[in-house]
């Protein structure tokens, strides 16, 4: 069975940093493209970052130059660095992952995270 756990969301104050990550288990299980969404209060959940298998990466225009998205395929972690956070960064963060099952070509998933909370100050 896939489970996602993220970890690393706090409270910071605006400018400030964090790294969160998501550590994915399933050693049958392949991670294809991951990524992190988030959810504001009273907002729809959008998409922050993602990234491939092979490393290529996608930003939300808000975050673009302020967050990096990284993983490492050896542990099936996924990180996202924050940097010069702002208050409307505040969200609960959830990490995603579209997950295939070789060698069965028809098996593919999305699974998510239970979230982590990133608050971010004035």
């Known amino acids: 069975q896939v489970q996602l756990v993220e970890s690393g969301g706090g409270l910071v104050q605006a400018g400030g940093s964090l790294r969160l990550s998501c550590a994915a288990s399933?050693?049958?299980?392949?991670?294809?493209?991951m990524g992190w969404y988030r959810q504001a209060p009273g907002k729809q959940r959008e998409l922050v970052a993602t990234i491939t298998s092979g490393g290529s990466t996608n930003y939300a225009d808000s975050v673009k130059g302020r967050f990096t998205i990284s993983r490492d395929n050896v542990n099936n972690t996924v990180y996202l660095q924050m940097y010069s956070l702002k208050p409307e960064d505040t969200a609960v963060y959830y990490c995603n992952a579209d997950v295939s099952r070789p060698p069965f070509y028809a098996y593919n998933r999305e699974y998510w995270g239970q979230g982590t909370q990133v608050t971010v100050s004035s």
């Open positions: 399933g050693s049958i299980f392949r991670f294809n493209a």
